[in-house]
């Protein structure tokens, strides 16, 4: 667990969060237990900016791990930051109900399963 907090911390230092100043980092650890980073890369039309979370899953699956096991998210300020709703979508359909660990630079931190986050979720059983 360490580790992977460590891991989301550092990617956090790599941010592109040029306007909102609002760095996440994440770290994905898939079932193998390698991880994968991301952190949020901002965009001057803000609709091209992706999260941090989406960019770890993204880099996961094209490096081809298909399992994980949990994800931590690490933000500035006094209060845990969880993914947002289309983060929260794409962990769903990629890493179903996984561990979350949202974690502050105060050190303070939360776990949670996803399916806390995301009651209910839209997934490929209703496609069928």
């Known amino acids: 667990m360490e580790e992977l907090i ?4 550092r990617a956090r230092g790599n941010a592109h969060a040029a306007y909102s100043g609002f760095q996440v980092g994440a770290a994905l650890e898939d079932d ?4 994968h980073t991301g952190c949020n890369i901002e965009n001057s039309t803000y609709g091209l900016t992706v999260c941090a ?3 770890a899953v993204f880099k ?5 791990a298909r399992a994980f ?7 500035g300020g ?10 929260r979508q794409i962990l769903w359909e990629f890493c179903r109900d996984i561990e979350v660990v949202l ?7 939360e776990t949670l399963r996803l399916s806390a ?4 979720p839209f997934d490929d059983s209703f496609l069928r």
Do not use: F, Y
């Open 32 to 35: 193998a237990g390698r991880l």
């Open 69 to 75: 096991r949990r994800i931590a998210v690490a933000a």
């Open 53 to 55: 979370e989406r960019v």
């Open 103 to 109: 974690v502050n630079l105060k050190g303070e931190r």
């Open 6 to 9: 460590r891991a989301a911390l």
């Open 117 to 120: 986050l995301l009651p209910r």
């Open 60 to 64: 996961a699956l094209s490096e081809g």
């Open 78 to 87: 006094d209060i845990l930051t969880p993914p947002c709703g289309a983060c």
